[in-house]
């Protein structure tokens, strides 16, 4: 979504009218619009769980408020708080006495990589999007160049 920004308030619109539809047949619930300012809002927002993220915090938005316009404020309520992260020294290697940059990168990588094969089951396009790789392809590249076999 980072990359094709301008095509968010189209986006949004599909996605609240999919989400309308799909409510509408619930008891009281009312068809919701949003703002401009909302879809400003969500222009601004890092969306790590892309569209999927998106449609699940319109969603909470829509279900949790009574109002038929969604303000910024509704998403805000409705966006996962995630934690800042700081930034610090995770291998605890010190700079000073020299590093490997290199190795420190292919045993991140390793990790992360087993890490989210080990969390998916195996399925290198559900451990591809943990990790923000745009397809398995580039994965499996990776598991390659690393030595880590399929399970």
Do not use: C
């Not at 708080?81 to 420190?104: F, Q, T, Y």
């Not at 398995?136 to 399929?150: C, E, F, R, V, Y």
Request: glycine residues 6%; hydrophobic residues 40%.
């Amino acid at each position: 979504m980072r990359e094709r920004i301008a095509d968010i308030p189209e986006l949004v619109t599909v996605l609240m009218a999919r989400l309308n539809q799909e409510a509408n047949e619930q008891p009281g619930y009312k068809s919701k619009n949003i703002s401009n300012a909302v879809i400003n809002f969500i222009k601004e927002q890092r969306w790590p769980g892309n569209i999927r993220e998106l449609w699940n915090t319109l969603l909470r938005a829509s279900i949790w408020s009574e109002e038929e316009q969604l303000e910024v404020e509704h998403l805000q309520q409705a966006m996962i708080k995630r934690p800042e992260m700081k930034w610090s020294n995770p291998s605890g290697a010190d700079v000073s006495k020299g590093v490997d940059i290199n190795d420190l990168l292919e045993k991140t990588k390793r990790y992360y990589v087993e890490e989210a094969l080990r969390l998916t089951a195996g399925q290198k396009g559900k451990a591809a999007a943990l990790l923000g790789l745009n397809n398995h392809q580039t994965l499996g590249n990776w598991m390659k160049q690393l030595g880590i076999k399929d399970a």
